[in-house]
């Protein structure tokens, strides 16, 4: 009996000492875990001053679009027996320098795509991929500041496709005028003296012409999310129809080490480029060719969903 009244008051004493020991360390654990708050509070203070210190700061996100299919005897569809896929990726990229007295703000925007229909049926079909969405465009602007807020500014913005008709429209901007940042990330370009190159095999449909050259741009990443926004219109002072612009939105999420998923949509109207479609159309079909005053010129647009990765 005795012996059992020992064990048991050592047992005791053991269930108290290991509650004590619980405590404590959660105690411990309870001071460290403020200690490292503390530490990471210091930390993106730090950052927060070294992301806003004058220099060169650059980045980019894109996104990532694929699948592919293979059908055998799927006798619901039209094309029964085919081999299919759809490959798409975007890149947006900037690299922008800001000084006391002057800023240098350069950004790329890429959009490719490319899709395979085989039809295992047909012989004299084509088995490669071909390439659908085609957007490449890049600036550059330069900005001497006449204030936190204003600068006189001069701008080079090239915009084309390189998969099949590189160059062929290719449109060059260069002018100058004023350039606004109301806020952080923000850039509102106006150069009333702006003159449009236009590159194309077509002079007949094409032409150069000077105008206006408004720009927006919007770039921002909080957290995971990335964010950009570009509208970009030239205004022809000889012809309404020589105008045109384009507006692109990207949007990326980052959920594991970089890898996320992203969306971009983009729309413009250019008569020029409606008209050249449309005289290629009526000749194929044999009819009368339109003109700048009845072709019809719809927005055109494309969107991309998929896989996102962020540098």
Sequence with gaps: MKRLTTLGVALFSMTISFGQTIDELKTEQAAKKDSVAAIQGRVDALQGQIDAFPGWKKGAFGTIGANISSF???????????????????????????????????????????????????????????????????????????????????????????????????????????????ITDMVVVIHPLNYNFV???????????????????????????????????????????????????????TLWKGIGVGFEFGLRGNKQEALAAGIASAVDAGTTPPTFDNVDSPTQSYWMFGLNYAF
């Design 72 to 182: 055998s005897n799927w006798y619901s569809q039209g094309t029964p027996d085919n081999n299919a896929g759809n490959i798409g990726v975007t890149i947006n990229a900037f690299a922008n320098l800001d000084k006391e007295k002057f800023f240098w703000r350069n950004g790329a925007n890429v959009n490719l795509q490319w899709v395979k229909l085989d039809d295992k049926n047909n012989p004299n079909d084509s088995e490669d991929f071909n390439g659908t969405t085609d957007v490449f465009n890049i600036t550059s602007l330069y900005g001497y500041k006449l204030s936190e807020k204003f600068a006189i500014s001069a701008l080079g913005e090239y915009r084309s496709s390189i998969i099949n008709n590189f160059n062929d429209p290719g449109y060059l901007d260069i002018g100058i005028g004023a350039t606004w940042t109301p």
């Design 199 to 253: 590159f194309a095999k077509n002079d007949a449909v094409y032409e150069s012409s000077t105008g206006a050259k408004i720009v927006v741009d919007y770039t921002k990443q909080l957290g995971a999310v990335s964010f950009k926004t570009n509208f970009s219109t030239f205004q022809s002072y000889k012809s309404g129809d020589l105008s045109n612009w384009t507006w692109v939105n990207s949007f990326g999420y």
